[in-house]
């Protein structure tokens, strides 16, 4: 259809799709399921991108009374792991029409301040990635605000749905590699940071390495830092107590201070000590030897967090079940040496 310079309408779309404006506004603000057919929304959207047709969202906003912006609280920006998360957010955010907004909160506790002068009427909804709750008061202003957490804990999450990963499963994963490979003596780094995901990891070690005779597991605590895990870790391992064989982090960046640690002391990676990680991030296979470790999807965790909260705005269940990880295994874990 040439129309020169005239800007194509709602109206224009209709007539070449062959189907109402009110068809077209439910294709467009993707609320036609249920409505129309999927051959009949199809029909919209290509005559809308055949025409160039783009909405206007500013009118339709204040029309519906929604401003299409989501908030994602993350604890801080400069992880690998959220920037993967808001990357798989902000897909499916701009496939649905909306915005997201990146907002850190610092270490993941609270309170995070009101990034606007009222979050109830600048934002349709907050995701809060690896939150503490007492953050969330001020952004969410008496529970206004639909809410969708992620890797928290399902039985007591103030969200409206609760998206995880299955860190459970993660350090089962781990531990059995481990007690595969032979190793009895076990130290784990444990990140200093009140989470339940953190707990999640203690519990289900503790539990799975328990369930073999002979075994033993200590627990040292260190920021998530690699300076941080150096000092921690060295110091446990220069302990009188029984030199643990394998080395259990956390975190991707406490296994590289692990690293540092094990080599000042005289030792080697994995001669001496096995060492794992969490997360598998870049740095995972930028030292050396490269480290087993599991892999954590964190565009699709991100992904799943804002497809739970359309979900949510729509009066939908949100997809259940915790998203799926891998161990990794490289070469700075290997059978103990013999006493």
Known sequence: MARGSTRPTSRDVAQAAGVSQAAVSLVLG?????????????????????LGYRPNLAARNLRLGHTRTVLLVVPALTTEFFAGVYTGAARIAAEHGFGLVLYPSPEGIGPARDPFASAQSALDGVIASSMA?????????????????LDSDPEGSLGAATVNL??????????????????????HLAADVPSWTFDVRARELATRIAAVPGTSLRTTKAPISIEGALTAATAALASPAPRPTALICDDDKLAAGAYKAVRRLGLRVP?????TGLDDLALATAIDPELTTVRLDAELFGERGMQALLAVLEGRAPEPGDIPVQLVVRDSTAPPNAP
């Open 166 to 187: 299955d860190i459970a499963d993660g350090a089962r994963q781990v531990a059995d590699h481990l007690l595969g490979l032979g190793h009895r003596r076990f130290l």
């Open 133 to 149: 709750a007492d953050a969330l008061t001020a952004l969410r202003g008496g529970d206004r605000l639909p809410l969708v957490m």
């Open 271 to 275: 001669d001496d000590i096995s060492v």
């Open 30 to 50: 993707d609320k036609w399921r249920g409505r129309v057919s999927e051959t009949t929304a199809q029909r919209v959207r290509d005559a809308a991108r055949d």
